[in-house]
Nanobody, 127 residues
Framework: VQLQASGGGLVQPGGSLRLSCAASGFTLDNYAVGWFRQAPGKEREGVSCISSGDGSTDNADSVKGRFTVSRDNANNAVYLQMNNLEPTDTAVYYC?????????????????????WGQGTQVTVSS
């Protein structure tokens, strides 16, 4: 069972990146997935999330209109499309899953309820 975030890198302000959260050993579509980030010296911050069941999403105010979370069930993955990146988006980005719920789990931008975390991927926005 593994959860792996990838797709980070160095990008100029205004640029775009797509992060991938790939699962192995379980079906990611059955779980709510959250994206979080942590910059040096700062607390972990919820960025975007997607629920299981109804597929509803939520985004932090700081990324609304710029970031989009989506599922790719064929590849057992969740993506975070990040557009119009700003230097303040620089951080290590993590994906995580909520515990399984047969009724579908509503995602949250709070880190506490997530019980399975992948390794992060570094995103650096700089000119």
């Amino acid at each position: 069972v593994q959860l792996q975030a990838s797709g980070g890198g160095l990008v100029q302000p205004g640029g775009s990146l797509r992060l991938s959260c790939a699962a192995s050993g379980f079906t990611l579509d059955n779980y709510a997935v959250g994206w979080f980030r942590q910059a040096p010296g700062k607390e972990r911050e919820g960025v975007s999330c997607i629920s299981s069941g109804d597929g509803s999403t939520d985004n932090a105010d700081s990324v609304k209109g710029r970031f989009t979370v989506s599922r790719d069930n064929a590849n057992n993955a969740v993506y975070l499309q990040m557009n119009n990146l700003e230097p303040t988006d620089t951080a290590v980005y993590y994906c995580a899953t909520l515990p399984y719920s047969i009724f579908g789990a509503q995602c949250t931008l709070e880190a506490g309820p997530y019980n399975y975390w992948g390794q992060g991927t570094q995103v650096t926005v700089s000119s």
